[in-house]
């Protein structure tokens, strides 16, 4: 256990931060008095978004035969403003 004045870990915050982000465990001092511990978070599986399933939504969406023609690319670049020859 790390133990830091707060004048210390006022001016390397970021260096103690990454020590704690690593699994140790500061002990905030005020004039060599303990008063604060600071340890790194624990990860809970829960707080993981959930997995999504590849392809899941793929017969959903239906393309029409010229979806990616030459007239729909122009016809979707001028809505976006975008000169297309």
Partial sequence: MLKVNIHEAKTHLSRYAKRIKAGETLLLCDRNQPF?????????????????????DAATLKLSADWDSPATNAEVAALFGVARD
């Fill in 36 to 56: 604060a511990e600071i340890r790194p978070l624990k990860k809970s599986p829960a707080a993981k978004p959930p997995k999504r399933r590849l392809g899941r």
